[in-house]
């Protein structure tokens, strides 16, 4: 049961654009959500998280939008760099321990 | 100020073996989880853990998989009588106290490969 959906596995950007990554949830009971970045053979890193009681969170390059009604968040990276290039994990969580995890949506950011 | 450890790196087990999964949270942190990779899939939670206490294992197969968090040293994740299925990345955090909606930690993982 995934309660969290990345549904592009894969985005490819020009440098200098802006990369959005998308994500889908179904549990209304989620209340704070955050994305990750993983490189090869790393652990995630946290890269930005969101209450569910804003709309928006912003940290320099990065803005993460959340739309309650629609159960959907999204990550807004600008400029987009090469060094962004990772996957990016959207997760969510209700309890504060057990956080659910997308599949990931694999960023490129083209030179 | 190390980051969550995470011994062996990679670990490579014949079917039946037992697999031990050793993580050492960072300085300061008291609270650990574990999570699984399998291929192609994101990071599932298996179990959350303080010191001596396993908080919420809702996530652990019930059979061959148990973890601790002994007082003194690591946390361990232990797999007993391994099958290929149970070839995937093992993911450990760490957070400075639970619930609370607290960032978690990641340490590199270790890579089980069963054969």
């Known amino acids: 049961d995934q309660q969290v959906k990345q549904n592009s596995p894969s985005l490819s950007v020009q440098e200098g654009r802006i990369s959005i990554l998308n994500c889908d949830y179904t549990n209304s009971m989620f209340d704070y959500f955050l994305w990750y970045k993983k490189y090869p053979a790393e652990g995630p890193t946290f890269l930005i998280s969101i209450s569910s009681i804003k709309d928006k969170n912003e940290d320099g390059r990065f803005t993460v939008f959340l739309n309650k009604s629609a159960k959907h968040l999204s990550l807004h990276i600008v400029p987009s760099q090469p060094g962004d290039s990772a996957v990016y994990f959207c997760a969510a969580t209700y309890t504060g321990n057990q956080f659910y995890f997308g599949t990931g949506t694999s960023l490129t950011v083209i030179p | 100020n190390a980051g969550v450890m995470q011994n062996p790196r990679h670990l490579v087990r014949r079917r039946g073996q037992e697999a031990r999964l050793r993580c050492s949270p960072m300085?300061?942190?008291?609270?650990v989880y574990w999570y699984r990779q399998l291929p192609e899939e994101g990071l599932k939670f298996m179990v959350y853990l303080q010191k001596e206490n396993i908080i919420d294992e809702s996530g652990m197969p019930k059979e061959r998989f148990s973890a601790e968090f002994p007082k003194e040293g690591p946390s361990i994740l232990r797999i007993q009588q391994v099958v290929r299925g149970d070839s995937a990345a093992y993911f450990c955090?760490?957070?400075?106290?639970?619930?609370?909606?607290?960032?978690?930690?990641f340490g590199p993982g270790t890579r089980l490969t069963v054969l």
């Open positions: 300085k300061g942190h008291s609270h």
């Open positions: 955090a760490s957070s400075p106290r639970g619930g609370d909606h607290n960032e978690q930690f």
